[in-house]
């Protein structure tokens, strides 16, 4: 199952490792683009964890509580 990208009004993302709303114009964590989609993340940490498991990340299987 994909969890679909939430945009919120402001140019806002979520993060998809720890779901916190992430500013798009300045992303604390950068971005990574996975199958064609632009992720953005709240730190590095959550970044890299996303790199090494995407799609664990995207199934729900694995989540970061920050
Ligand atoms: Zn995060």
């Given at each position: 199952?994909r969890?679909p990208l939430?945009?919120?009004?402001?140019?806002?993302?979520?993060?998809?490792v720890?779901?916190?709303?992430?500013?798009?114009?300045?992303?604390?964590g950068?971005?990574?683009?996975?199958?064609?989609?632009?992720y953005?993340?709240?730190?590095?940490?959550?970044?890299?964890?996303f790199q090494?498991?995407?799609e664990?990340?995207l199934s729900?299987?694995?989540?970061?509580?920050?």
């Amino acid at each position: 199952m994909r969890i679909p990208l939430f945009k919120r009004r402001g140019g806002d993302a979520i993060d998809p490792v720890c779901d916190m709303a992430v500013n798009t114009k300045n992303p604390p964590g950068g971005t990574w683009d996975h199958a064609g989609q632009t992720y953005y993340f709240c730190g590095p940490g959550c970044n890299r964890a996303f790199q090494r498991e995407p799609e664990a990340y995207l199934s729900g299987e694995k989540k970061m509580k920050m």
